[in-house]
């Protein structure tokens, strides 16, 4: 075999964009790209390492020697490595070989742009292409309209390794969640899945979250195409695919980007800035113009290649402040004196220009648990840009109050109550997430009070206080059949529950809550606007009750909505209402269906002109018990 000839994928206008910071498709030039070179097949190898004295290939096609087959840096400063290897093919194992100016260390590292690698506990990059014929363009193109953030987005979070294992406890492939999960997800009504990290990375525990292979879907599952798969299968069958995604650090595994060329190429240099105290992890050096190439270029990846609708971007607020997790004294202030990191939020704005200026019908969230203002708004006014923002607030306050026995929650009201003071100051997304369901907090269903009717009459309560609430959904899986216990990712879910009535009917609520929000465009026409709410009362302290009205484009469209959060059926409640008519139950938590006592109203009820509540007319209903009632007005 030859050993390397120069060749180069790089224009010089690429790598001016390049140490701009402006290159947002750096795969399509940086890792390991079969090509043909004077008639020859090989393998066209780019890298970034600008503080290397020396760069080679090495890997299973040359026993992994050193020095066998050398890079060559590029002459404009870039501190590209290159070079053509002929006879190199697909599926050919690699590293990159680094001797540093620095001290003459010499690593080992993985491509940090390879699309496959080996599995885990091995760390080999793989030779690989992203050939794959689609068959989602009816999709693609209804998502334009259909993933807007006026339409519903109801998410079902996912973990790949833990929702179900096969008869041998064994994770199912990619292949195999083609068929399951799409058809699970299909049944249950969800319109998207949000899936926990599917990038490479190192460590189970890790749930994902500390990526090595940030442009690889992890081998454990299956290969790139079976990804690929997954992804077109879930869209065919009409489902979003939101991803998570983590650039807001990564691990010091010696196979991976930390300390890359012998110096602080992607992290940090100051250890202030450039390690996590809690997570024990390196943090992106967020101001280095490659460094957010990079990044972004990553974002647009997996928009582009893999199909993508969405990215749920985790741990923004670690981001944004300077003093995140930082005592005084290990931090410094940003040049205006305050705790913001400029850099961020500058490469917040620009990743999010990027991805809403190259693709129709995506949507950015924030995973950001801070009051930092305008996260979801536009960044012409000022904002960063994101296109929804998880609601913190909201999931702690709500779980906080149905923990709470009934007989105590008219001292708590506020609890529930306090959430629309700031609803429409970002586009929110209510989360019951992974987050909720471990380390000693307990499943959803288990924080719930009560003898067991009570406590899943409170989840029932709770969801469908949740669906209609405004705002976006997202539930991890598990909580949709009231699982009992916390989420352990290294088994399958509780699937044997659903042998129990209780159960059985949490799931069906769930699938009929997703119905009814998909149904009713007042419960998502206006969900991130004012206009979309009203209060009917949210002073019944007294009786733990709780009335609104949602709102859509049409008047005659719009839903009334009622809380009773006790145990006591409440006859002749009455709730004061806009106009004359009559109300049709539409759901309600309490029907026998679902494991409740059927206490509601098979029957229109009558609009009357009694003034009430500060209306003109009012109408008397049967509160159930511990339930939600939603009704059409007409």
């Not at 179900?164 to 009504?189: C, P």
């Not at 529950?497 to 009814?516: C, E, P, R, S, W």
């Not at 008047?555 to 009622?562: E, L, N, P, S």
Request: one cysteine or more; hydrophobic letters at 35%; aromatic letters at 16%.
């Amino acid at each position: 075999m030859n050993k390397t000839q120069p060749h180069s994928l790089f224009t010089d206008f690429d790598i001016e964009l390049f140490k701009a910071g402006k290159h947002f498709k750096l795969y399509e030039k940086f890792g390991a790209h079969l090509t043909e070179v004077n008639g020859v097949q090989g393998v066209y190898f780019a890298v970034w390492a600008p503080s290397a004295r020396s760069v080679s290939v090495v890997g299973d096609f040359n026993y992994w020697m050193q020095g066998e087959h050398p890079l060559y840096v590029r002459w404009d400063s870039s501190g590209i490595w290159e070079g053509f290897i002929p006879g190199v093919d697909k599926g050919t194992k690699y590293k990159y070989k680094i001797q540093s100016n620095n001290r003459d260390i010499i690593t080992e590292k993985a491509d940090p742009f390879a699309w496959y690698c080996e599995h885990p506990p091995q760390t080999a990059s793989i030779v690989w292409d992203l050939d794959y014929r689609w068959k989602d363009q009816k999709w693609l193109e209804a998502r334009k309209t259909q993933n807007q953030l006026n339409r519903p987005h109801s998410v079902y979070e996912v973990h790949l390794g833990s929702w179900r294992r096969n008869s041998e406890g064994k994770f199912l492939t990619y292949l195999e969640l083609a068929d399951e999960l799409t058809a699970y997800v299909k049944e249950m009504g969800f319109t998207h899945v949000e899936f926990m990290p599917v990038m490479e990375y190192p460590y189970d525990p890790s749930w994902g979250y500390q990526l090595v292979g940030y442009y690889a879907p992890t081998s454990r599952f299956g290969k790139p195409q079976d990804f690929m798969l997954l992804v077109d299968k879930l869209h065919q069958a009409g489902i979003g695919v939101i991803l998570d995604w983590v650039p807001s650090h990564f691990p010091d595994d010696a196979h991976g980007l930390g300390f890359f060329d012998g110096s602080n190429l992607y992290e940090h240099p100051d250890r202030r800035k450039g390690y996590h105290p809690d997570w024990k992890s390196l943090v992106f050096n967020y101001g280095r113009n490659e460094v957010r190439s990079f990044l972004i270029s990553n974002a647009i990846f997996w928009l582009q290649q893999y199909h993508a609708d969405g990215l749920r971007v985790d741990a923004v607020a670690s981001m944004l402040y300077l003093d995140y997790s930082r005592n005084d004294g290990e931090w410094e202030p940003n040049i205006y004196g305050g705790r913001e990191n400029l850099d961020t939020i500058s490469f917040l704005k620009d990743f999010n220009e990027a991805v809403y200026t190259m693709f129709e019908g995506v949507q950015t969230i924030a995973e950001e648990s801070t009051s930092f203002p305008m996260v979801s708004r536009p960044i012409f006014n000022g904002g960063l840009g994101f296109g929804m923002k998880w609601m913190m607030g909201w999931m702690h306050d709500t779980l906080q109050y149905f923990k709470r026995e009934p007989v105590y929650r008219k001292y708590h009201q506020n609890d529930l109550t306090f959430s629309m003071t700031y609803a429409f100051s970002e586009n929110f997304m209510l989360p019951l997430s992974h987050d909720e369901v471990v380390y000693g907090k307990h499943s959803i269903a288990g924080r719930m009070p009560g003898d067991e009717w009570q406590k899943f009459a409170n989840l029932r309560l709770l969801y469908g206080y949740m669906f209609t609430h405004p705002g976006a959904k997202l539930l991890f899986m598990g909580a949709e059949f009231g699982q009992s216990a916390e989420w352990n990712f290294e088994g399958e879910l509780q699937w044997y529950l659903l042998q129990f009535g209780y159960h059985q009917g949490i799931q069906k609520l769930i699938t009929d809550l997703n119905a009814l929000y998909k149904s009713q465009p007042a419960l998502y026409e206006k969900q991130f606007s004012p206009e979309g709410f009203e209060w009917i009362n949210y002073s019944d302290h007294q009786n733990a009750v709780i009335a609104y009205i949602r709102k859509g484009e049409n008047a005659k469209q719009d839903v009334v909505v009622v809380c009773n959060f006790t145990e006591v059926v409440r006859a002749d409640y009455r709730i004061g209402l806009p106009r004359k008519g009559k109300l049709t139950q539409l759901f309600n938590s309490d029907e026998t269906q679902y494991g409740g006592s059927g206490v509601g109203h098979a029957k229109a009820v009558k609009i009357e002109a009694e003034p009430w509540n500060g209306r003109d007319f009012s109408a008397a209903i049967t509160l159930p018990p511990l339930g939600i009632a939603v009704f059409k007005m007409s």
